[in-house]
């Protein structure tokens, strides 16, 4: 299992990430998925077994949970990651494989045992889990990130903007996919990653404590989004 690292989550405002990204811009650099001033987009595709446990113990607050997710940036098919992200209180730690268009077309279709054939341990997992726990996909969750780094402890600072969740479809490839907002406007989440500390100069620009720390899950905010617009 690889280093885990810390992760916190905020809820902030428009006004609160205006200030932050202009003081941010001038000292660390843009991740390499950055395609405009805005970011790069993200599509995924989560998964959850027949119980949704995945959903609920989030709400339960369990210690440790787990998620297993397809994902892809900026609509493209050239990088497809099936990815499992372990995470242990505020700890976590990711877990990704690279696989083709067809391999994710397979999974879509309940053929995963080529999984089996991968030297690859998020691979053997998620295997395990569709066979035991009869894991499906349940929702896609849409969101443009703004992400800033720092070699220094692997500091990674996003900005996750005009979060939605998939409502007509489970392929992340659907041309067609209607979204529906999942977090309303003017909010925005602001995620802070490193791995032993956070560097003083980042900490004093950040002003964290000022800011509202939440257990923010996009999956359940996307999952419980579906779900009310399905009741509707």
């Known amino acids: 299992m690889k280093k885990l690292r810390h992760e916190l989550k905020f809820y902030i405002n428009i006004s609160e990430y205006e200030l932050l990204r202009e003081k941010l811009q001038i000292v660390l650099k843009r991740d390499k998925h950055t ?33 297993f997710r397809i994902r892809i940036y900026n609509h493209s098919d050239s990088v497809i ?5 372990n995470r242990f209180g505020e700890m976590i730690n990711k ?14 279709e309940w053929d995963y045992d080529f999984l089996q054939d991968k030297n690859n341990q998020t691979a053997k997992d998620f295997y395990l889990y569709m066979r035991t726990q009869h894991m499906s996909p349940k929702v896609i969750v849409d969101y ?8 220094i402890e692997d500091v990674r600072i996003t900005f996750d903007k005009y979060l939605s969740a998939g409502v007509n479809s ?5 041309k067609n996919l ?3 907002e999942a977090l309303k406007y003017p909010f ?5 990653k490193f791995n032993s500390y956070l560097p003083d100069y ?12 939440s257990a923010i899950s996009k999956y359940v905010i996307c999952r419980e989004q579906s779900m009310m617009y399905y009741k509707q």
Not at 81 to 85: A, I, Q, S, T
Not at 170 to 174: G, K, N, P, Q
């Open 35 to 67: 395609v405009n001033d805005e970011g790069y987009h993200i599509r995924s595709l989560y998964f959850d077994n027949v119980y949704d446990n995945d959903l609920y113990e989030k709400n339960y607050g369990i210690y440790r949970r787990k998620k």
């Open 178 to 180: 209607v979204t529906v």
């Open 144 to 151: 443009v990130r703004e992400a800033y780094m720092e070699d």
């Open 81 to 85: 990651k099936l990815e499992k992200k």
């Open 170 to 174: 489970v392929d992340i490839f659907e």
């Open 188 to 192: 925005m989440i602001m995620e802070v």
């Open 202 to 213: 980042i900490r004093d620009i950040l002003q964290l404590d000022s800011h509202h720390r």
């Open 95 to 108: 877990e990704s494989l690279s696989i083709s268009k067809d391999e994710y077309q397979r999974l879509l």
